[in-house]
């Protein structure tokens, strides 16, 4: 089991910048996939960005719609992985959530991940 808690959510200004953590427990980040999803009012979850093995080494993974402006990171010290998001828009207001995977590979699906956290609300104003 993996206990996953997220933390950073907050309201900001369209292109200012947020820092949301997650906090792990369970089992060590090191070992595990992970990844970054939302869900905005009336619209299904989708994909952020996730951190992982891939192609030999360790890598990570974006959606199109935030490449260039947020950075997926972890702490193996900390047993924490973060999400640093800069130039915020308002169309990337929505909760999001943490989540990982009891296998090393990096993924995209939210069908692929087995542990998720509670949520944390990123507002974003014009």
């Known amino acids: 089991q993996v206990q996953l808690v997220e933390s950073g959510g907050g309201l900001v200004q369209a292109g200012g910048s947020l820092r949301l953590s997650c906090a792990a427990s369970?089992?060590?980040?090191?070992?595990?996939?992970m990844g970054w999803f939302r869900q905005a009012p009336g619209k299904e979850r989708e994909f952020v960005a996730a951190?992982?093995?891939?192609?030999?080494?360790?890598?990570?993974d974006y959606s199109d719609s935030v490449e260039g402006r947020f950075t997926i990171s972890r702490d193996n010290a900390k047993n924490s992985m973060y999400l640093q998001m800069n130039s915020l828009k308002p169309e990337d207001t929505a909760v999001y959530y943490c989540?990982?995977?009891?296998?090393?590979?990096?993924?995209?699906?939210?069908?692929?991940?087995?542990?998720w956290g509670q949520g944390t609300q990123v507002t974003v104003s014009s």
């Open positions: 989540a990982a995977r009891p296998k090393v590979f990096i993924a995209q699906r939210e069908s692929e991940y087995d542990y």
């Open positions: 369970g089992r060590t980040v090191s070992t595990t996939a």
């Open positions: 951190i992982g093995w891939t192609r030999g080494r360790t890598g990570t």
